[in-house]
Structure formats: structure tokens, C-alpha cells
């Protein structure tokens, strides 16, 4: 049982580049979720997706796009990164929205030249 | 705006001693409240949560809830110096859409 697991762990890119975050979770849960964490300003959600087939706009979601592939993947895409999209990126699942513990993945770290 | 406000420390406990964390948030419709703690470099993990008013125990871990004072709080007993991380208040906000809000964390250093 992995739990919420994320790849890559750590990306460099330069401005202008795009990627693609994976997230996949084995907890058969409905909502997923998310984050990106910079010094100083805790945790700071993206994007969320409440069941598959639907997502979301969170607190920043200017400058990305996310895909719920199925219930278990939910993908965070930037099209053209920017320096200020430097920071650390997690994915979170959760059984039900809101009300549940959210079970967090390791993290990306995203540095953009 | 809906907020949570913590205190960003670092709060130095002497080990053993006890360590306490607060957290107060805007939303008086919030119902859900959870502490997570998160170690340098790694992805937070849930230690408490708590909906009702009171305390709620789990081993050295105790959190209370005041809602008429929109204050949540996480009680450390006979700290360690493996307590050392930083720990994230999070509200569930009284919304129709129901999301997580996460104060940006308190730093906690246990002395040994």
C-alpha cells in the first residue's frame, strides 16, 4: 500500500518550459488535491478535484491545469513556467472533501530558471 | 478572506516540559479542525483532528477546540526533542464547497 506517491521528486526547468506533475493514489479515494508550500506562506492550494470527473479552481491556480485522468491519477500541468512558480508542489487525497483527513505525497521540488 | 493564523515561532520547549500551540481562524461556520505536523523536507501527516468543542486526547497529544472563540489548540505533553517540525493548523471552511484552509505552520524546536 503505497499511500499517495508523486513523481518526478525534483525538476529543474527554465522559464517558458511546460510539464506535467503526476499523482496517484492507491486509497480508493473520491478527493484529491493540489498544494504548492513557499517559505513563509504555508500551504497554498492549487487546485482540487472533489470526485473524478471534476475539478476545481483553489486560492493560485493562475498558470496551471490539472487533469483527474480516474479515481486514482490527477496530474498538475504547467504551460509555461515562470521563476515564480519555484516552490514545492504536493499532491493530497482525501476519502470525502473537506471533512477527512487528507494522506499527503513526498513532494516535487520545482526550481524554474 | 477566510483565514487561519498561527504563530510562525520557532517556540523553544525544554524537553519533557509541555509545548503549546495556537491557532485561531475567521470562518465561525468552520466545523473541522486538524493538526498536522510536517518534519524538514518531508510532506505534512495528520496527528489530531477534532470537531466538538472541548479536548479531544490521543496519547502525549491533546487538542481543544473553543468555536464561540474561533481557537484551536494542540497540547504536547512530555515533549521530545523527535517533536521538533513544524505543526500546520488546518480549518475545514463553513463554505458550500467545504475546502481545507492551512495556516502557514508554527515552528517548534524541543530542547534537550
Known amino acids: 500500500n503505497a499511500g499517495v506517491t508523486q513523481t518526478p521528486k525534483f525538476q529543474v526547468l527554465k522559464t517558458g518550459q511546460s510539464m506535467t506533475l503526476q499523482c496517484a493514489q492507491d486509497?480508493?479515494?473520491?478527493?484529491m488535491y493540489w498544494y504548492r508550500q513557499d517559505p513563509g506562506m504555508g500551504l497554498r492550494l492549487i487546485y482540487y478535484?472533489?470526485?473524478?470527473?471534476?475539478?476545481d479552481k483553489g486560492e493560485v491556480p493562475n498558470g496551471y491545469n490539472v487533469s483527474r485522468l480516474n479515481k486514482r491519477e490527477f496530474s498538475l500541468r504547467l504551460e509555461s513556467a515562470a521563476p515564480s512558480q519555484t516552490s514545492v508542489y504536493f499532491c493530497?487525497?482525501?476519502?470525502?472533501?473537506?471533512?477527512?483527513?487528507?494522506?499527503f505525497g513526498p513532494g516535487t521540488r520545482l526550481t524554474v530558471l | 478572506q477566510k483565514e487561519v493564523e498561527q504563530n510562525s515561532g520557532p517556540l523553544s520547549v525544554p524537553e519533557g516540559a509541555i509545548a503549546s500551540l495556537n491557532c485561531t481562524y475567521s470562518?465561525?461556520?468552520?466545523?473541522?479542525f486538524f493538526w498536522y505536523r510536517q518534519y524538514s523536507g518531508k510532506s505534512p501527516e495528520l496527528i489530531m483532528s477534532?470537531?466538538?468543542?472541548g479536548d479531544k486526547e490521543d496519547g502525549r497529544f491533546t487538542a481543544q477546540l473553543n468555536k464561540a472563540s474561533q481557537y484551536v489548540s494542540l497540547l504536547i505533553r512530555d515533549s521530545q526533542p523527535s517533536d521538533s517540525a513544524t505543526y500546520l493548523c488546518?480549518?475545514?471552511?463553513?463554505?458550500?464547497?467545504?475546502?481545507?484552509?492551512f495556516g502557514k505552520g508554527t515552528r517548534l524546536h524541543i530542547l534537550p
Open positions: 493530497a487525497s482525501s476519502a470525502r472533501e473537506g471533512t477527512d483527513t487528507q494522506y
Open positions: 486509497m480508493n479515494h473520491n478527493s
Open positions: 478535484s472533489a470526485s473524478e470527473g471534476t475539478t
Open positions: 470562518d465561525r461556520g468552520s466545523q473541522s
Open positions: 477534532i470537531y466538538s468543542n
Open positions: 488546518a480549518v475545514q471552511t463553513g463554505n458550500r464547497d467545504d475546502k481545507i484552509i
